[in-house]
């Protein structure tokens, strides 16, 4: 378990399906951000996906609760961990529930992640893509000190046409800087 000073991370389970199906069928939570999930879909997709992401053992899958009430109220994943190169891949960070929005909950997840991939799992980079229409994701990378490394040309299709990806990334080094 990971506490950050709004929210703590705990293991995502087989319990918790039910609850990612129903926020995995909302347009705007996957919409923006996930292409490795097809829309709608049912628990029983919802439950083959995770099962396979879990079966991983690049991948790190964490539920997101709400310090104040105990909710479960989203997820972040951290994959294509890399031991050898001592890097990985910040994949997402999602908060389903639709009142828990906004109220700096996924800032919070986020930023104890990467304190722990750079603390305790001893990391040296972190990166995370984000396409082009997710303005939201990319103000909260650069906010949280990730910097731009290149762009990702027509990467995803997407509404009708092709969309641009960037990969940033974070070093140990800037993570040191920014102190906590």
């Not at 989203?74 to 908060?95: C, P």
Request: net charge neutral; with cysteine; glycine share 6%.
């Amino acid at each position: 378990m990971l506490v950050g000073s709004k929210s703590r991370l705990v293991p995502l389970v087989e319990s918790d399906y039910p609850l990612l199906a129903v926020w995995l069928n909302q347009p705007d939570v996957v919409e923006p951000a996930l292409t490795s999930v097809a829309y709608p879909t049912n628990e029983e997709a919802v439950r083959k996906h995770f099962d396979e992401k879990l079966s991983r053992e690049d991948t790190l899958l964490l539920m997101i609760e709400d310090l104040s009430t105990g909710k479960k109220v989203g997820f972040t994943e951290l994959d294509d961990i890399d031991w050898k190169n001592r890097r990985a891949n910040l994949a997402g960070t999602v908060i389903g529930d639709k009142e828990s929005r906004g109220r700096g909950l996924g800032f919070d997840a986020r930023r104890t992640l990467i304190k722990f991939c750079f603390e305790e799992m001893n990391l040296n980079r972190l990166q995370s893509i984000m396409f082009e229409f997710n303005k939201t994701m990319i103000r909260l990378n650069e906010k949280m000190g990730f910097r731009l490394d290149g762009t990702l040309r027509e990467y995803l299709f997407r509404y009708g046409r092709y969309w641009n990806a960037f990969l940033f990334s974070m070093l140990f080094s800037d993570f040191k800087q920014m102190g906590d």
